[in-house]
């Protein structure tokens, strides 16, 4: 054999020994949510390449408040564990456009609005919503606007913590006025303050329809007066079997978190948190979860 056919067969050995190794390993992908507001960690609970994949996203939805004269549509968030859509934003917009399990939320978009696309360059996300999100649902107001609008940036943001703004649009144009109602959103958008666009009261835990057991915790946000946060809880048949109140964190217009622990019996009940108006003592500002005590 000769030289030069000793070294082409040897480097024929060597490219099959590197054909035929293990290939690189592969993470799973996650995304963090911003710690200041109480969201936690999108996760994964599979490879990138897994088509089972599952992440948990975050998704807003409109509620009204009871409020007149104030925040009368504000925005409540539930977190999701989804099949991921390819990324942590697209995933939570479309699951934001998806009912929630809350019956007393409701998306604020009109009836078929789908997510076309969403294009990022640098920090700066566009979303393009279908050509139904153009048409106003029933009885919209300049304040559901302002709640869609924002519905969409506190999603993406909230999905993606490092985007600093977001641009609508719908049917692949800008959008100077929602639905002609006020709610400016032709430019890029960051999040309004929380005293002008959430729930002034959250409940986040328990969730709705969790199976819990005695003592149970209530916790949440809230943006109130003086701090103070009021709570009930109600059985079966409506009775008040608990209530009481909580000092936030932090008052109005500051937004705190708040906590109270309750001694239930077995069933179902229902979990209210509440701010009372400086005004005339009004209950308002009401977040429900119904739950079931299993012990």
């Given at each position: 054999?000769?030289?030069?056919?000793?070294?082409?067969?040897?480097?024929?050995?060597?490219?099959?020994?590197?054909?035929?190794?293990?290939?690189?390993?592969?993470?799973?992908?996650a995304a963090t949510t911003p710690r200041g507001t109480g969201e936690p960690s999108a996760t994964s609970s599979g490879t990138a390449s897994s088509p089972a994949e599952t992440i948990t996203v975050p998704a807003y939805y409109a509620g009204r408040t009871g409020m007149e004269g104030g925040l009368e549509v504000a925005l409540y968030r539930e977190f999701h564990d989804v099949p991921s859509a390819g990324d942590p934003v697209t995933t939570a917009l479309r699951e934001a456009l998806q009912p929630p399990r809350d019956p007393d939320y409701s998306v604020p978009w009109p009836e078929g609005t789908q997510v076309l696309g969403v294009e990022r360059v640098q920090d700066l996300v566009t979303v393009d919503l279908s050509a139904e999100a153009a048409t106003a649902p029933p009885g919209a107001d300049e304040d559901l606007a302002q709640a869609a609008v924002q519905q969409v940036v506190h999603t993406v943001t909230a999905a993606d913590p490092s985007v600093a703004g977001v641009q609508l649009l719908i049917d692949g144009s800008r959008v100077?006025?929602?639905?002609?109602?006020?709610?400016?959103?032709?430019?890029?958008?960051?999040?309004?303050?929380?005293?002008?666009?959430?729930?002034?009261?959250?409940?986040?835990?328990?969730?709705?329809?969790?199976?819990?057991?005695?003592?149970?915790?209530?916790?949440?946000?809230?943006?109130?007066?003086?701090?103070?946060?009021?709570?009930?809880?109600?059985?079966?048949?409506?009775?008040?079997?608990?209530?009481?109140?909580a000092t936030a964190t932090e008052g109005a217009p500051g937004r705190g978190t708040w906590s109270a622990q309750v001694d239930l019996e077995p069933g179902e009940h229902v979990v209210r948190a509440f701010s009372v108006s400086a005004r005339d003592g009004s209950v308002v500002a009401v977040d429900s979860k119904a739950v079931t005590v299993t012990g």
């Open positions: 054999m000769t030289r030069s056919t000793s070294a082409v067969l040897a480097l024929c050995g060597a490219l099959l020994l590197g054909a035929c190794g293990a290939p690189p390993a592969t993470t799973d992908p100077p006025d929602l639905w002609g109602l006020g709610a400016h959103a032709g430019e890029a958008l960051a999040r309004a303050q929380a005293s002008e666009v959430l729930g002034p009261v959250w409940v986040l835990e328990p969730v709705q329809g969790a199976e819990v057991t005695s003592p149970v915790t209530l916790s949440g946000e809230a943006t109130v007066f003086e701090a103070t946060v009021g709570w009930d809880v109600t059985d079966a048949s409506g009775a008040v079997v608990a209530e009481g109140f």
